[in-house]
């Protein structure tokens, strides 16, 4: 299970850093436990993490992708991996609300064609098993905002960076 979770974390940091500055206000969508949250941190950049099982303790905030606890337009970027799948598509919204014009949206989320075989992966515990069910397989060219660049991560998850176009 780590070995492979381990390989496409660092896939995603790789693929993340790029489309970042230090300048910027990131929300780390859905952060789970946090190790991107920290990880951006710990490197000197301004990164929050939302996410329906924490409490409030800065850098963390209770809250989830219909109801995020900050202001219209307060970040310039908000990362999302293996969140989208997990949300119903009238999230997007809120997630336009609290992103900046031209903001970046950036995320990995499972191939749709994927899901049985990673179901299956961590029933067995080959890779991190499911929190929560899988409720919107989608292909990232058919999101809301304006792809920039997509990619694969083991031929199994897609990468995306896109900007907030309204």
Not at 36 to 57: A, M, Q, R, W
Request: with cysteine.
């Amino acid at each position: 299970m780590g070995f492979i979770s381990s390989y496409v974390d660092r896939k995603r940091i790789e693929k993340t850093l790029p489309f970042l500055s230090k300048e910027m206000k990131i929300l780390d969508l859905g952060c789970g436990d946090g190790w991107f949250t920290k990880y951006l941190n710990s490197i000197g950049y301004d990164c929050v993490g939302v996410e329906p099982s924490i409490k409030n303790h800065h850098p963390f905030y209770h809250g989830t992708a219909d109801k995020i606890p900050f202001p219209e337009n307060h970040f310039d970027c908000v990362t999302m991996f293996e969140v989208i799948e997990h949300i119903q598509p009238s999230c997007y919204a809120e997630i336009n609300r609290v992103l900046k014009s031209k903001g970046k949206i950036i995320l990995s989320t499972i191939l749709p064609e994927s899901d049985k075989l990673i179901h299956f992966l961590s029933k067995i515990k080959i890779v991190t098993p499911y929190v929560t069910p899988h409720i919107n397989l989608v292909h990232i060219e058919s999101l809301p905002w304006k792809l920039i660049t997509n990619s694969r991560i083991l031929k199994l998850d897609q990468f995306g960076v896109f900007e907030k176009t309204k």
